[in-house]
């Protein structure tokens, strides 16, 4: 057996040096023990400490997807903050690879941004290939600022990065300046960055990733809250009601962060149109991403939004923190009554589907499933409601599905009224791992899935339910609900149940198994070490890391 430390050193490669701190491993993954009972199965969460936002997803031309994440390497809060990073061919599993980002300065953290590939050698750092990768990050000069806009490199596709010695490349006296977010545009580059406090998106352009000029802002539109973060600008498709693309339109999404309407965070975004230098938002409603308040600092490039919580019990149990949330396909679609939302789609869980649990179909009844059998503890759950005859609906026309632990009692609860004002509700209070005065306990939004027009009418929920976290697609994902929970043992009974439905409403419904994307990486000890799986040597990177092995 061999224990790898990493000595503390200031280490220079060419002009620019990082901070190694001696708690951090370099060049190889932070183990992680995958196999708590609130750890989730399919979804990503970092191998150990905290995680917070996710930063620079890309896709190389391999096929590899790159999830970066707001790393704390040293504690089970935010802090010390680094880039860790993770690789997936199919969006579940992910192969934890060494920290791609660490500080240049003890006192200096690196926090949120994106990555774009450089397929065209815009930035000049890529003399000899078309896989070279920039990332665009800010840099905290402690907490109290500055915070700047700065770029690192990556010549082996994104696993190791050198800082540019031009940087910042956006400089700013203020501490409340973050969160740069790239997409390409015609021939150049668009960033849009908050300033938090000021609730502004300041717009920038570059031709080259190093050179950036601001274009516009984007000032005080929506939920304010008390600062904005995370800001995402993405084109989107618009779809009709057979899927079909119509029409695009650009999102502007902004993370709320804290001062949300439910306490702590949320994502809102406004549909609109950009012509490369300003963003329009068509009409002046405010949307919101979730109706619970787990779900925060989405990051598109195929969606993947982070759904973190500050003081939650893994890091005390399991030593991790924050999971993401499973990808999602979003895409514009025009709600009943309200018109244009961004659906959420989950993609093809195909990569960890496992047995069918229960196919059924029913009227008014119910469909009960022990899965404590199912070692992944993870299901996926979607239920048809069709030929409502909406004019026979009742106030006591239900569908609900909960989740229940035998052994403690603990059930987490969530269903819809087909009548009324049509409310859709999750409740975690009877969950009882897990409280304090701002875990809100019940969640509800209202999905209007019926015009009035007197056709029958149709309705769809999706679940994944993971050990702790619960996500929910109401009606193809018009509406996405993510909440965590943290109950005492380990919830193993599902039960559905619709009542009072109108004479000739057919209810499908199916459960499947999911299969767990960790177990399968895990050593005989239960640990998943993670890969370093650079194909090519960075030059210079590897020259700034001091590592010693002890044989024991
Ligand atoms: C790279 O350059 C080619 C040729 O000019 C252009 O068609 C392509 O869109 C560029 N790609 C990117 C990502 O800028
Ligand atoms: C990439 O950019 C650098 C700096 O402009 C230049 O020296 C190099 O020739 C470029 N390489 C290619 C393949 O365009
Ligand atoms: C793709 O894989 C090949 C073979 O491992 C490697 O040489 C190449 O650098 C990889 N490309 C990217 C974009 O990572
Ligand atoms: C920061 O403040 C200094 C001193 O007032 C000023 O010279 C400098 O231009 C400021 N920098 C930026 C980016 O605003
Ligand atoms: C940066 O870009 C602006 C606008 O395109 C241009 O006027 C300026 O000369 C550029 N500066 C450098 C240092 O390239
Ligand atoms: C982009 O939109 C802004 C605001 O409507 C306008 O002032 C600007 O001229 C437009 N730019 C282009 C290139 O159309
Ligand atoms: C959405 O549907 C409404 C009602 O059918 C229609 O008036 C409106 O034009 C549609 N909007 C879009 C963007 O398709
Ligand atoms: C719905 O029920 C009403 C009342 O029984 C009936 O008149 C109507 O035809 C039904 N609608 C459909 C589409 O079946
Ligand atoms: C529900 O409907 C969707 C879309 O038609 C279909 O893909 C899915 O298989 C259905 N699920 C069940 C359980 O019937
Ligand atoms: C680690 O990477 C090596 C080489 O790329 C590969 O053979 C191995 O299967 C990988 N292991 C895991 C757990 O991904
Ligand atoms: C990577 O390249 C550097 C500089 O050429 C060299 O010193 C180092 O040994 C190489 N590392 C690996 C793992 O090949
Ligand atoms: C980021 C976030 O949502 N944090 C919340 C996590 O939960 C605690 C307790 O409910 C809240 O205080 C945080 O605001």
């Known amino acids: 057996m061999f224990a790898f430390v990493a000595v503390a050193a200031k280490v220079t490669s060419q002009s620019v040096s990082t901070y190694v701190n001696p708690a951090v491993p370099t060049g190889e993954p932070v183990p992680g023990d995958y196999t708590g009972p609130l750890r989730p199965q399919i979804h990503f969460s970092p191998p150990q400490n905290f995680m917070n936002d996710p930063n620079g997803m890309f896709l190389d031309a391999n096929g590899t997807w790159h999830l970066y994440y707001q790393y704390n390497p040293t504690g089970i809060v935010g802090g010390n903050q680094h880039w860790g990073h993770a690789t997936s061919t199919d969006f579940y599993h992910w192969v934890n690879q060494p920290i791609a980002l660490f500080p240049p300065e003890e006192t200096v953290y690196v926090f949120s941004g994106s990555a774009v590939v450089d397929v065209n050698n815009t930035s000049g750092f890529f003399p000899d290939q078309d896989n070279g990768v920039v990332a665009i990050f800010t840099l905290a000069h402690g907490y109290y600022g500055p915070q700047t806009q700065n770029i690192a490199y990556s010549h082996d596709g994104g696993y190791t990065f050198e800082y540019y010695d031009g940087n910042p490349v956006i400089a700013s006296n203020s501490s409340q300046f973050r969160d740069p977010k790239v997409i390409r545009y015609d021939d150049y580059c668009v960033a849009v960055i908050a300033y938090s406090q000021e609730f502004v998106v300041g717009i920038y352009n570059s031709p080259d990733l190093k050179n950036w000029t601001l274009a516009s802002n984007f000032a005080r539109h ?155 503890g993870a299901l996926y759950i979607d239920a048809n409601v069709t030929g409502i005859n909406t004019t026979l609906v009742t106030p006591d026309s239900t569908l609900n599905l909960s989740f229940t632990s035998p052994a403690s009692g603990e059930t987490l609860q969530s269903g819809f009224f087909f009548g009324g004002d049509n409310p859709f509700f999750i409740n975690r209070g009877l969950i009882r791992g897990f409280d304090n005065v701002f875990f809100t306990d019940k969640f509800s939004t209202a999905n209007i899935y019926s015009d009035g027009s007197g056709s029958l009418a149709s309705w769809r929920m999706q679940a994944v339910i993971d050990r702790s976290i619960l996500e929910v697609f109401v009606n193809g994902g018009d509406q996405a609900g993510t909440v965590l929970f943290y109950p005492t043992q380990p919830l193993s009974l599902l039960h559905l149940a619709t009542r009072d439905l109108p004479t000739g409403a057919k209810v499908s419904v199916s459960v499947l198994a999911l299969k767990s994307a960790w177990a399968e990486y895990e050593n005989e000890q239960g640990t998943v070490v993670g890969n370093a799986t650079r194909t090519t040597n960075s030059t210079g990177r590897q020259d700034m890391i001091y590592e010693t092995e002890f044989l024991v």
């Not at 999102?251 to 709320?256: F, G, K, R």
């Not at 490369?276 to 969606?303: E, I, M």
């Open 222 to 376: 929506g939920l304010l809250g008390a600062q904005y973060e995370c800001p995402n600008l993405v084109k989107m498709p618009v779809r009709d009601s057979n899927g079909s693309m119509v029409d695009s339109k650009y999102v502007l999404a902004i993370s709320i962060q804290p001062g949300a309407p439910l306490g702590g965070s949320i994502t809102e975004y406004f549909p609109g149109d950009f012509n490369g230098t300003h963003f329009t938002p068509l009409g002046s409603a405010t949307r919101l991403t979730d109706f619970a308040k787990d779900n925060y600092a989405a990051q598109f490039f195929h969606g993947i939004p982070d759904a973190q919580n500050a003081t939650v019990p893994t890091g005390i149990l399991e030593g991790w923190r924050s999971v993401t949330t499973l990808p999602r396909d979003n895409y514009l679609k025009n709600a009943t009554r309200i018109g244009l939302v961004m659906a959420n789609e989950l993609c093809d869980l195909s990569p960890v589907l496992d047995a069918s649990l229960n196919q059924s179909t029913i009227g008014n009844g119910s469909v009960t499933v022990d899965y404590s059998t199912v070692d992944s």
